[in-house]
């Protein structure tokens, strides 16, 4: 059974750091594509960065390039989200999810993990 | 604003159908494959279609996707009240090098 358990959310002032982590199960982890995904509270869905199988590819949106790095520990299997500099418009529920059937869908989702920036 | 354009609500009689629709562009939906996911209040987001109009196993063929040009659609037959959720499309857009998705379509089954 494919499993992924979100960890690290919590609350940050502005301008401070968090470190999410992502434990994944069930699966050849480092065979996949791994994606972060947020959503504000009563919004939609933002995709924040992709990662690819080896590490050594990445994406990340606009709004956080610079300040948030995805990253990837295969041994461990395990996926990360380094957020510095946060802001309030930052605070959401981050989702680990996989990226699956033909790299373009994510296919299974972690339950969440909120992060709240506030003052 | 999502780079991809979704009807905010939809709403339907149990036992109709009902599709919900995303719009984007050619490089977005134009060039790649749309996904469409499923959200309950408080849990996460479910894959229902993938590559616009495949199911993954376990997905009832209810739903169904579709695609034209730089539209896609989901549609869902036999309405149950169960279905009362948030509907997102996504896909990759090309030129911002970013995955994108729709703003949401909340359905209501009255």
């Known amino acids: 059974e494919v499993r992924l358990v979100e960890s690290g959310g919590g609350l940050v002032q502005p301008g401070g750091s968090l470190r999410l982590s992502c434990a994944a199960s069930g699966f050849t982890f480092s065979n996949y594509f791994m994606s972060w995904v947020r959503q504000a509270p009563g919004k939609g869905l933002e995709w924040v960065a992709n990662?690819?199988?080896?590490?050594?590819?990445?994406y990340h949106v606009d709004s956080v390039k610079g300040r948030f790095t995805i990253s990837r520990d295969n041994a461990k299997n395990s996926l990360f989200l380094q957020m510095n500099s946060l802001r309030v418009e930052d605070t959401a529920v981050y989702y680990c999810?996989?990226?699956?059937?033909?790299?373009?869908?994510?296919?299974?989702w972690g339950q969440g993990t909120l992060v709240t920036v506030s003052s | 604003q999502s780079v991809l354009t979704q009807s905010p609500s939809v709403s339907a009689a149990p036992g109709q159908k009902v599709t919900i629709s995303c719009s984007g562009g050619s490089s977005n939906i134009g060039n790649n494959y749309v996904s469409w996911y499923q959200q309950f209040p408080g849990t996460a987001p479910k894959l229902l279609i993938y590559e616009n109009n495949r199911r993954p196993s376990g997905i009832s063929d209810r739903f169904s996707g579709s695609k034209s040009g730089t539209s896609a659609t989901l549609g869902i037959t036999g309405l149950q009240t169960g279905d009362e959720a948030d509907y997102y499309c996504g896909t990759w857009d090309s030129s911002l090098t970013a995955g994108v998705f729709g703003g949401g379509t909340k359905l209501t089954v009255l």
């Open positions: 999810a996989r990226v699956g059937y033909g790299g373009n869908s994510f296919d299974y």
């Open positions: 990662i690819n199988p080896d590490g050594n590819d990445k």
